[in-house]
């Protein structure tokens, strides 16, 4: 069954750094998706992302975070200047139209120190 | 405002048993989403349920959505130790927003 992969499991870096969070949605999928779950909060909306363009972001998504489409199957999430408070697990997902079923990736779990 | 709140926070049921969490939203919604999450871990898909159903059903799981009260809920039957873990509703918003609201989650129990 297709899944949604994300790279790395696991990232620590150190406050004002950069980093790159990598996604492969699913195939067919054309709509794709960054959520972030701070340690025992809820999951939480940063952006939606279609034909090479954002859709909607919230306002967690200021200017540090960027989203890209490299080629035709990575999807990825980048920091510019990493903050103690960007700590938190970073979910991919994608859907094959908006309307339909979102699948998650397992996650990244990012630890700023 | 606060779209998708679960009900109970907590649940802890013995195996065999039937679980029931409820969610509640605020504003109209095109659809509705339940996944699980188990500690620590990636959120698994489990149903969808569009807002001109009503019920819908895979294997053990039977969500219903009644529109008129803002409200669904998520029955698990015959429940096992591995259903332990955290479910969530998730909603859109009828103005076509591409972006989910998560709720709080309910954290389920199942002793073995």
């Known amino acids: 069954e297709p899944e949604v992969t994300q790279t790395p499991s696991h990232q620590v870096t150190q406050m004002g750094q950069e980093v790159i969070l990598r996604c492969v949605p699913i195939?067919?999928?054309?709509?794709f998706y960054w959520y972030r779950q701070i340690l025992g909060q809820k999951v939480e909306f940063l952006v939606s992302f279609y034909n090479n363009e954002i859709s909607e972001k919230s306002e967690i998504f200021d200017d540090q975070f960027s989203v890209e489409r490299p080629d035709g199957s990575n999807f990825t999430l980048k920091i510019r200047s990493t903050k103690l408070e960007d700590s938190a697990m970073y979910f991919c997902?994608?859907?094959?139209?908006?309307?339909?079923?979102?699948?998650f990736g397992p996650g990244t779990r990012l630890t700023v120190t | 405002s606060q779209q998708g709140e679960e009900d109970p926070q907590a649940l802890s049921i013995q195996e065999g048993e039937n679980a029931t969490m409820n969610c509640s939203y605020k504003t109209s919604i095109n659809n509705l989403q339940w996944y699980r999450q188990n500690s620590g871990r990636g959120l698994v898909h489990l149903i969808l349920?569009?807002?001109?159903?009503r019920e819908k059903h895979s294997g053990r799981l039977r969500v219903t959505l009644d529109t008129s009260k803002k409200s669904s809920s998520l029955l698990i039957t015959a429940s096992r130790a591995a259903d332990t873990a955290s479910y969530f509703c998730a909603t859109d918003f009828l103005s076509g927003t591409y972006k989910y609201i998560f709720g709080t989650g309910t954290r389920l129990k199942v002793l073995a």
């Open positions: 997902a994608s859907s094959w139209r908006p309307t339909y079923e979102q699948y």
């Open positions: 195939s067919n999928h054309l709509y």
């Open positions: 349920i569009r807002s001109n159903e």
